[in-house]
């Protein structure tokens, strides 16, 4: 199998300005991405796709491939699947067919080599469309997660036919990471979301699960970073 891996940075954060190449333990943030991919042994390129010139430059001297991503596709309200679409147009026009599309985000400092391999051999173990990373949730909906009804009642988002009266007891619930997304180009092409087939999912701790979306992940990935060290 040729698998691609893709990494979408663009240049206008509103959570952390300047997210994607600011500084972390010493690196710009884009660099941990590419650094693993590079280290993926299943991971044959490695593409940045941005709109941004200083992110572009970054990903450049890296050593990963530069998409120009368009305007339209760089916006806080364009859907990120469409930028995978553009951006498995181009690696197909540019370096031909392939057959795995990997996303590693840049939120996700933290994953490891093992996890972005798991992740692909899982998709082909069980013969899935594509496969997520999870995480086990802090909270769960059929215990500590409550909603609103129209009458102002307060009542658990999901409920069991039996009490649950520990938290042991209710079904396992996982939060979705954006450690890592291994699907195929087909897949993104003819469809139009991440549930739109057949999804697996490998399980990533949470010490590595960290999503950096503002100042608090981000230093809450520096402080893990400093402690690993």
């Not at 209710?170 to 990471?177: G, L, M, N, R, S």
């Not at 139009?192 to 699960?209: H, M, Q």
Request: charged content about 25%; aromatic content about 8%; proline content about 6%.
């Amino acid at each position: 199998m040729k698998n691609f891996a893709f990494i979408f940075a663009r240049g206008g954060s509103k959570g952390l300005p300047g997210k994607n190449i600011k500084p972390l333990a010493g690196k710009p943030l884009l660099q941990y991405s590419i650094e693993i991919a590079q280290n993926s042994p299943s991971i044959d390129k490695v593409f940045v796709s941005t709109d941004d010139n200083d992110i572009a430059k970054v990903a450049i001297e890296l050593g990963a491939i530069l998409i120009k991503r368009p305007a339209e596709l760089a916006t806080d309200k364009s859907p990120e699947w469409l930028s995978w679409r553009h951006a498995v147009a181009w690696a197909r026009d540019n370096y031909g067919p392939f057959n795995g599309f990997v996303s590693l985000p840049t939120t996700s400092p933290l994953r490891s080599v093992e996890d972005v391999e798991g992740a692909i051999e899982k998709r082909v173990h069980v013969g899935a469309d594509i496969c997520i990373s999870v995480t086990p949730a802090s909270r769960s909906p059929y215990f500590n997660m409550v909603k609103e009804n129209e009458d102002g009642r307060i009542e658990l988002v999901n409920k069991l036919e039996s009490n649950v009266t520990r938290r042991q007891d209710a079904p396992e619930v996982f939060d979705i990471t954006t450690v890592v997304y291994a699907t195929t180009p087909d897949f993104i092409l003819n469809n139009n979301s991440l549930f739109a087939g057949k999804v697996t999912s490998i399980v990533i701790p949470k010490l590595r699960a960290v999503d950096i979306d503002d100042i608090y992940d981000f230093r809450m990935a520096e402080a893990i970073l400093q402690d690993i060290e």
